[in-house]
């Protein structure tokens, strides 16, 4: 019996469980997930931000991977904590 695959809703659910336990803020759509940036202590101004969003990769046979706004891919929807890293290396400001 071949297993059901999870709505990308639930990988994004997922992706912002572990996002908002490192700080970031997170506000999930039916399709997409809008992920700001930590504000630091010295930061005053606007905050990077991206809209992730989960779908198949056709190079991937279909498998769920989440997205940048800017139609990047980021990782399969299974790996939360590689995903994670990525959007924060690049939503993290550096020194």
Not at 8 to 34: M, N
Request: proline share 7%; charged share 20%.
């Amino acid at each position: 019996m071949a297993e059901k695959p999870v709505p990308a809703y639930s990988h994004l659910a997922r992706l912002q469980t572990v996002l908002d336990a490192k700080q970031f803020e997170t506000r999930l759509g039916g399709s997409s997930l809008i992920v700001i940036a930590a504000a630091g202590e010295d930061q005053s101004g606007p905050r990077p931000a991206d809209t992730v969003i989960c779908r198949g990769r056709d190079s991937d046979r279909g498998r769920m991977w989440f997205w940048t706004s800017w139609n990047e891919p980021i990782t399969t929807a299974e790996d939360l904590t590689g995903a994670a890293v990525i959007i924060a290396g690049y939503l993290t400001p550096q020194p």
